[in-house]
């Protein structure tokens, strides 16, 4: 395809951008991958670390295990259970046959349950081996309000307090091995809520989406503030959002919205796609604290009302802490 001058592929990046729909959709990916070029993910300079992936068995986290297997990552699966761990092993030997430059490995964690996260990350503290980045992907939305073992809303734990806990109990041997860094999947469903510390639980009348877009939101927020507190250990941190892909949790959660999207979906590639680039890329193109889409960084707001100042971000941060019971130290 001949190049197109630079200007006129931003302004059509942001015309879809402010569009949603052209923005989300797999127009988005097919436009913006081929007007702009987009680097194959083997040719990105980060393709031999060291990346765990959280709900890597299905949907995005299976389509960015494949494509960093693909891409010569050393890829740990976590999923929750060793059955789902052997399957997830078999499928990817399957998938890729000989187009496979990594090596894929599982362990365990249920991100409902605080002493299984502390019982991975202990596991990856004892061991050696180098880990460069963590990725959070692992999510749900559900139909009801329920609590956890540990007491907490079910929503916000998977989301927000299980990948705080593992984010901070890691942060020592991340800092120590850094340059690092921590990618959480957040959605385009944030777009439409504040952060209000005190809902982000969903107390009251308990709705799916909004549960699920507030605990989104609390991602985005909390990126930040990680990366304004620890990113001068030479870790990054970065939020995605992977636009609207066709997945087992689409298929799952939001039946109408499949049904009246279907064939505007992304296939699950396209939706990890920026997930793997922000694996492999060289750091210094990625910058710190950001919200990416579409491998560019985006705005985290759409409309003036859901901004928040810093008081709310540092009331989150407490908040979170508390209940995932640690203080993040390197
Ligand atoms: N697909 C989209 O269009 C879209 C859009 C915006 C954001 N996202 C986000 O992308 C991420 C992946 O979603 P997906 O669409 O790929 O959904 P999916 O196919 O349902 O995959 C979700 C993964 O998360 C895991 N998981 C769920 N609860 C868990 C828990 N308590 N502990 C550990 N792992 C758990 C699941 O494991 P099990 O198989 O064991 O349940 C599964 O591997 C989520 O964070 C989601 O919010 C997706």
């Known amino acids: ?59 995005l986290g299976y389509a960015t295990a494949r494509m960093l297997l693909r891409a010569g990552a050393q890829v740990l699966l976590v999923v929750r259970s060793e059955a789902k761990g052997e399957d997830t092993l078999d499928r990817l030997s399957a998938d890729l046959g000989r187009d496979v430059r990594g090596e894929a490995s599982y362990d ?85 809520e504040k952060l209000v510390t005190a809902r982000v639980d969903s107390p009251g009348r308990f709705k799916p989406t909004v549960s699920y877009a507030r605990a989104k939101r609390a991602q985005v927020t909390l990126k930040r503030e990680w990366s304004r507190r620890f990113g001068g250990y030479g870790i990054g941190f970065h939020v995605v959002h992977p636009g609207w892909a066709l997945t087992p949790g689409v298929e799952a959660s939001l039946p109408g919205f499949r049904k009246l999207t279907g064939p505007i979906l992304r296939d699950p590639e396209q939706g990890a796609d920026s997930i793997a680039y922000l694996a492999l890329a060289h750091p210094e193109e990625l910058g710190n604290g950001r919200l990416w889409h579409d491998r560019r960084p985006r705005s985290e707001h759409k409309v003036p009302w859901t901004r928040h100042d810093a008081s709310e971000a540092d009331a989150l941060w407490e908040r979170v802490g508390a209940d995932a019971g640690i203080e993040p130290t390197v």
């Open 108 to 192: 365990l964690a249920d991100l409902a349950d605080l002493a299984s996260v502390r019982a991975l990350a202990d596991r990856l503290l004892a061991d050696d081996t180098h880990l460069d980045v963590l990725i959070h992907n692992a999510g749900a939305m559900f139909e009801e309000r329920a609590e956890t073992g540990d007491g907490l809303e079910r929503t916000y734990q998977i989301h927000v307090v299980g990948p705080f806990l593992l984010t901070s109990l890691l942060l020592p041997k991340l800092a120590k091995e850094a340059p690092t860094r921590v990618i959480t999947v957040t959605s385009g469903g944030m777009y439409a």
């Open 1 to 59: 395809m001949p190049t197109l001058p630079t200007p006129l592929v931003r302004a059509v990046d942001t015309a879809m951008e402010a569009s949603v729909v052209l923005s989300f959709s797999r127009i988005g990916y097919e436009v913006r991958s081929r007007l702009e070029g987009w680097r194959p993910l083997e040719d990105l300079p980060g393709t031999g670390q060291r990346v765990l992936v959280t709900g890597a068995n299905s949907g």
